[in-house]
């Protein structure tokens, strides 16, 4: 029988990768994103189901729940990136010098949206879907590098969603169900990045790891791919790091 799945951020990179994985296997994939345009074309070109839906949004999330298979197995949380990027000026400008009261107002506004995106959003959707989740089901959360790395609110989200997995796995566990984190190091051609990755940067990210190569998309589908399979039915409340051996302190 097909499993149900849920893929959050489905439309581009990681996302992608991980439910096109899914849909060539034969299961039933639900994909979502903000933007309606890449992933309606995603959701055709892979075969699964497109729902727009922002999963920093609890109306939107309510919203998602009519549009999912009433059983669902594999919950992936992927949505997420680090949303200072989203900004001209990249990481660190979020809120510039000084503390005058709009500065920390700015600041505080670019620290809870990384908050928002990597942790709530996840969160969020696995309480909304919690109870549709079956027996021998998982959930699997995108974490990062980052966590490890001191990264400002970006990296604090992504430890913040490794310390919530491990409340999760204690919850879900008797149900069957397992939850993990997947925490990536540099994974190229996806839109994290946005404009900011200079040449240098990147040949940085990769010169830090031990096998000389940037990760990739499918990397991430494969190790998400085990974490959902019979294989792994008895690994649950971890970080499976899948960073070509990157130090976490680089
Ligand atoms: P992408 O930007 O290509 O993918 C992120 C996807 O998530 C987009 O399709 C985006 O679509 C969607 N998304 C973002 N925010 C929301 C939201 N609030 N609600 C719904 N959808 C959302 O980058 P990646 O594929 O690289 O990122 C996937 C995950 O991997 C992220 O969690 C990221 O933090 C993590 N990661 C990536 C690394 C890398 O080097 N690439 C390294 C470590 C971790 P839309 O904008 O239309 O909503």
Redesign the pocket.
């Known amino acids: 029988m097909a499993r149900g799945i849920l893929v959050?951020?489905?439309?581009?990179?990681?996302?992608?990768a991980v439910a096109r994985h899914f849909a060539d296997e034969g299961e039933t994939v639900v994909i979502?994103?903000?933007?309606q345009a890449?992933?309606e074309a995603a959701a055709k070109e892979i075969g699964a189901t497109a729902v727009v839906?922002?999963?920093?949004?609890p109306q939107a999330v309510a919203r998602l729940l009519p549009r999912l298979p009433g059983r669902l197995d594999v919950l992936v949380n992927?949505?997420?990136?680090?949303t200072d990027f989203d900004t001209p000026e990249g990481v660190g400008g979020d809120g510039g010098d000084g503390a005058t009261p709009e500065a920390l107002e700015a600041f505080a506004r670019a620290f809870r949206a990384n908050l928002?995106?990597?942790l709530l959003?996840a969160a969020l959707t696995t309480k909304a879907v919690e109870g549709r989740l079956a027996p021998g089901g998982a959930v699997v959360s995108?974490?990062?590098?980052?966590a490890d790395k001191g990264s400002g609110a970006?990296g604090a989200a992504?430890a913040g969603l490794a310390s919530w997995n491990l409340g999760l796995a204690r919850e879900l566990g008797p149900r069957g169900i397992t939850a993990n984190v997947v925490?990536?190091?540099?994974?190229?051609d996806?839109?994290?990045?946005r404009d900011h990755l200079t040449a240098e940067r990147r040949a940085q990210l990769i010169g830090s790891t031990a096998v000389g190569r940037a990760?990739t998309?499918g990397d991430?589908a494969g190790a998400v791919a085990f974490l959902a399979s019979e294989a792994a039915r008895d690994i649950t409340a971890q970080v499976l790091n899948v960073n070509g051996g990157e130090r976490g302190t680089r």
């Open positions: 959050t951020g489905g439309a581009t990179g990681i996302g992608l979502t994103g903000r933007r890449p992933l839906c922002d999963h920093t949004d992927n949505a997420g990136g680090n928002d995106a990597n959003s995108i974490g990062s590098i980052a970006y992504k925490a990536p190091g540099y994974i190229a996806t839109e994290f990045f990760g998309p991430i």
